[in-house]
């Protein structure tokens, strides 16, 4: 079963950015806030610095698995080729801080990615399949983000983030996929479940401006 055409079947994509995949405005169905775009577009030094640490975990999360289930080979080999592409990424974005010139400095996470770890199961393979759900999240909800921010960036910056689509969007599935190769059962209940969890936490006004987190609380 494929799951993210399963969901798109029955969705529309109002709402989201043009340049947002069909198949991730489906599986998200809640876009994200175009305030949150227009405030973090105006802050390149939180956009940058917050999306290099994004990246890194990314890598650390796909490493963290592969360690984990290390004798799963079709895990082994799909996260080992993820874990190399977003530590790829990381050394882009590094590249960007040092174009504008703009120094890395320590910057607390979101909420975000935490609020949705904290509702993975304990036990397995459920504890691994929620892992999995969650990660499609992340990126598909990373992907959809470049497209929204995109136009409002320089040029060469805009380039670079929708240059990132095709990466995020292919990083979404191979994560779906694989949740649902790791369940005898149908992953769907588990995904509308984290997948409301998620859009709870996208729009939620926050104090601390991040990638992925709502619009500032006070505007």
Not at 166 to 175: G, Q, W
Request: charged share 25%.
């Amino acid at each position: 079963m494929n799951v993210s055409i399963a969901i798109g079947d029955k969705q529309t994509a109002a709402g989201f950015a043009a340049d947002v995949p069909p198949q991730i405005a489906a599986f998200l169905q809640v876009p994200s806030s175009t305030l949150w775009a227009q405030q973090l577009a105006a802050d390149l030094p939180t956009l940058l610095i917050d999306h290099a640490n994004c990246e890194l975990k990314a890598a650390s999360t796909a490493l963290a698995l592969l360690h984990r289930y290390a004798r799963n080979d079709a895990l082994a080999w799909r996260l080992s080729r993820l874990a190399r592409e977003e530590l790829r990424h990381y050394e882009q974005v590094r590249e960007w801080l040092r174009h504008y010139e703009i120094d890395y400095s320590p910057l607390s996470a979101a909420a975000y990615a935490r609020g949705l770890r904290d509702e993975v199961a304990l036990q397995e393979p459920e504890r691994l399949v929620d892992t999995l759900i969650v990660g499609a999240l992340i990126e598909a909800r990373s992907c959809e983000r470049f497209a929204l921010i995109a136009p409002l960036l320089d040029a060469p910056l805009a380039r670079f983030y929708r240059g990132l689509l095709a990466s995020e969007s292919r990083h979404f599935e191979h994560y779906l996929e694989l949740a649902d190769a790791h369940f005898e059962g149908e992953i769907d209940a588990r995904v509308d479940a984290l997948r409301i969890v998620e859009q709870q936490l996208i729009v939620a006004p926050t104090e601390a401006l991040r990638f992925h987190s709502g619009p500032l609380a006070d505007e």
